[in-house]
């Protein structure tokens, strides 16, 4: 080609675009002078090439899948900044396509007589962003343990290198890479440990509670251990099992100890008792033998004044054995009474012992079942269905904008709309439904003997009775909805499954506008 002035070549450039009836913007004109002048055309900002990495980048951890799904946001938005904080986020950076220290290759300025386009600054990386960089590996190592010694050298290493300013980027690229190939390996390590642990843990409940399996009171507790080391674990649901758990446990070892102070009177009474029989019998026998004294002495006896005295002899021992059995006849009744009043105390103990076990079962905060108590549910119900064979449908319920309630009026107004919701729920089913609290702002009802509509149905009243009552958070009227999934357990089902196929329509439910009612 015939080489051109500039100007020629802006002039040519301002006819094509008329010609070709496109918009004079910055883009239309620096590629038609590119093409006019022979230049390469490179893209402003190259977002096919962007998308080809993302795609190449491997995904193996939570970390990097969430790091990928940044970048590919931020190649859609045409975002420089938000790409280089993801590729260094992952654990790496781009290879240097134009030779720039940071990595990344910069926008191609445009020819000197195309209209001015002000180039996208990519910032390099400061010492100040490097050190940012060590305080989030620094804050993340609690959670990876310090039993590797290899994993600690090499941590520390990539801590000094980023610390100083002097260190060559390209050094501290090659680290940050390898250093995030072994995070992966170490956050798999401890995923693995925590699940082998909560294995562990559990065996050790179930051999606890198999040990003895007559004392409902420790079956409960071992219940509410296994439902409390259950994922997913969150502090907040910890500590408020372990609250629950103290107090259940005091109840226990305070009924436990009157227990034992009510078994020692008993044993106490009963000794007694023996001690008293023995006496008694004792005492009957002499009794009988100066009878028998007394009778020979009257054989043998000739006038009225040597029976006198034998009379008046029998006459001291019958009364003192009449004395004898009067007081032993009131002791043994005081006993009675005794023994009567500890069988009642014990079957007292009993029956809060029980109560104890029971709280293990249920949600403290609504009374409804939790997880533990659902379970239980789950498996008489079913067991009942593959017997009658009677359909059994599955409702997950999940208060509308519940965040919200708790953002704006507070976790107490929250706590508030729950107990609202099992209030209203256990008014409106029947005695043989099942409520229970399945975490968070989510409760599952159990509707025994009824079909997928018919569950529907009464999913939708509940609904409409929210809708007529209301509670009061200070001087505001607060009205919840729920958005629900419905699901009749499937011949070979599980309930879990029955249970999570009624949780994909719950979610159908609030995409399609919240307060509905889906079956599933």
């Known amino acids: 080609m015939s080489e051109k002035k500039s100007f020629e070549v ?34 402003h900002f190259p977002a096919d090439s962007l998308r080809e990495i993302a795609q190449a980048l491997p995904a193996k951890t939570p970390g990097q899948q969430k790091q990928k799904g940044l970048l590919e946001y931020a190649i859609d938005r045409l975002n420089w900044e938000g790409v280089k904080t993801a590729l260094v986020a992952y654990g790496g950076f781009v290879p240097p396509a134009s030779g720039n220290e940071s990595g990344f290759s910069a926008p191609t300025s445009p020819s000197p007589l195309a209209p001015s386009t002000p180039p996208v600054a990519v910032p390099a990386l400061t010492s100040e962003f490097m050190a940012q960089i060590g305080r989030l590996i620094e804050y993340a190592l609690p959670a990876l343990g310090s039993d590797d010694e290899r994993f600690k050298e090499q941590t520390d290493g990539l801590l000094k290198a980023l610390r100083n300013p ?29 699940v082998a642990l909560l294995k562990l843990l559990h065996l050790v409940f ?25 994922p997913p674990l969150s502090l907040r649901r910890l500590d408020d099992v372990e609250s629950r758990l103290r107090d259940v446990i005091f109840k226990q070892k305070e009924a436990k100890e009157r227990t034992v102070v009510a078994q020692n009177e008993m044993r106490e ?11 008694i019998t004792q005492s009957t026998g002499s009794y009988h033998e100066k009878l028998e004294e007394s009778a020979r002495l009257i ?29 032993a006849r009131d002791e043994l009744g005081s006993m009675r009474e005794r023994a009567s ?19 293990a079962r249920h949600d403290p905060l609504t009374g409804a079942l939790n997880r533990k108590g659902l379970d239980e549910a789950l498996d008489r119900e079913i067991s009942t269905v593959r017997r009658k064979e009677t359909p059994l449908c599955m409702a997950l319920l999940d208060i509308d904008n519940f965040k919200k309630i708790n953002d704006t009026l507070g976790h107490a107004t929250g706590d508030v709309a729950l107990n609202h919701l099992a209030t209203v729920a256990q008014e409106c089913m029947r005695p043989q439904d099942t409520l229970a609290r399945y975490g968070g702002e989510e409760f599952v009802i159990l509707l025994p003997d009824t079909p997928l509509e018919k569950g529907i149905e009464a999913m939708t009243r509940l609904q409409r009775e929210l809708t007529k009552r209301f509670f009061l958070a200070g001087n505001e009227k607060i009205m919840i909805t729920f958005s629900a999934g419905v699901a009749q357990l499937a011949s070979g089902e599980t309930g879990i499954e029955a249970i999570r196929r009624a949780d994909q329509a719950m979610y159908l439910a609030k995409r399609a506008g919240k ?6």
Not at 14 to 39: V, W
Not at 206 to 230: D, R, V
Not at 269 to 279: G, H, W
Not at 303 to 327: C, F
């Open 515 to 520: 307060n509905r009612v889906l079956g599933a």
């Open 166 to 194: 002097g260190t060559d980027i390209t050094v501290v690229k090659a680290m940050l890479v390898n250093y995030s190939h072994r995070l992966s390996f170490a956050a798999e390590d401890q995923a693995e440990i925590k």
């Open 299 to 327: 054989e043998q006896a000739k006038t009225l004044e040597d029976i006198a005295p034998v009379l008046k002899e029998v006459v001291g021992a019958t009364r003192t054995m009449a004395s004898d059995s009067r007081i």
């Open 269 to 279: 009474m009963l000794a007694a008792f023996i001690d008293r029989l023995s006496e």
């Open 206 to 230: 179930e051999n606890i509670a198999q040990i003895s399996p007559e004392e409902q009171w420790l079956k409960g507790q071992m219940e509410a251990l296994m439902s409390a080391s259950s």
């Open 10 to 43: 802006a002039r040519e450039t301002l006819k094509q675009l008329t010609a070709r009836k496109l918009s004079p913007t910055p883009l239309n004109y620096q590629k038609i002078y590119n093409e006019i002048a022979g230049i390469s055309h490179v893209p």
């Open 341 to 359: 009043a500890t069988e009642v105390e014990i079957a007292k103990l009993h029956q809060e012992l029980d109560r104890v076990s029971t709280e």
